[in-house]
């Protein structure tokens, strides 16, 4: 297993997934936090050869997490990882680049289409319960079924 970035601006929140994220079984050493999109965007490109997942909130700020979803997509697809326009989706369903999951309190559906547009493979509306997080991550294939 990679590393998992948590990204959220406020610090609660970030404790609350990250310990979720070690009694599911993750490693406290593979969890990377970041406050906001550009730190994330910082770390993303410092361990992006060993990110399997990004945990991001939409509302942040100096860069949001819509914002963050897309710059990560763009850079996956400029290497060659995902494909452009019809296979862009395609790709990100065949679970191909990094695994994203919004967790956000923007649970339209108008604010969900939008995400899944800009490249999230899983959306978790807050608040949320360990449960829920765990069902996520074994949709995207991040953990076994139980």
């Known amino acids: ?13 970030r404790r609350i997934i990250k310990n979720s994220l070690i009694k599911l079984g993750f490693n406290e050493a593979d969890i990377l936090e970041a406050e906001d999109g550009v730190k994330a965007w910082e770390l993303f490109q ?17 860069m949001n997490g819509l914002e963050l979803v ?6 996956e697809q400029e ?9 862009f989706i395609k790709d990100i369903k065949a679970g191909k680049g990094v695994k994203i999951i919004m967790i956000t309190t923007e649970g ?26 765990k069902e996520k991550l074994q949709m995207i294939k991040l953990i076994g079924a139980a």
């Open 108 to 133: 339209g559906k108008e604010s969900v289409i939008e995400a899944v547009k800009a490249g999230v493979n899983n959306y978790i509306v807050k608040p949320f319960n360990i449960q829920k997080l």
């Open 70 to 75: 897309k710059k990560i997509r763009n850079f």
């Open 46 to 62: 410092q361990y992006k050869d060993e990110i399997d997942a990004v945990l991001t909130d939409w509302n942040m700020p100096n």
């Open 79 to 87: 290497q060659g990882i995902l494909g452009k326009g019809a296979n």
């Open 1 to 13: 297993m990679g590393k998992i970035l948590v990204v959220d601006d406020a610090k609660t929140m």
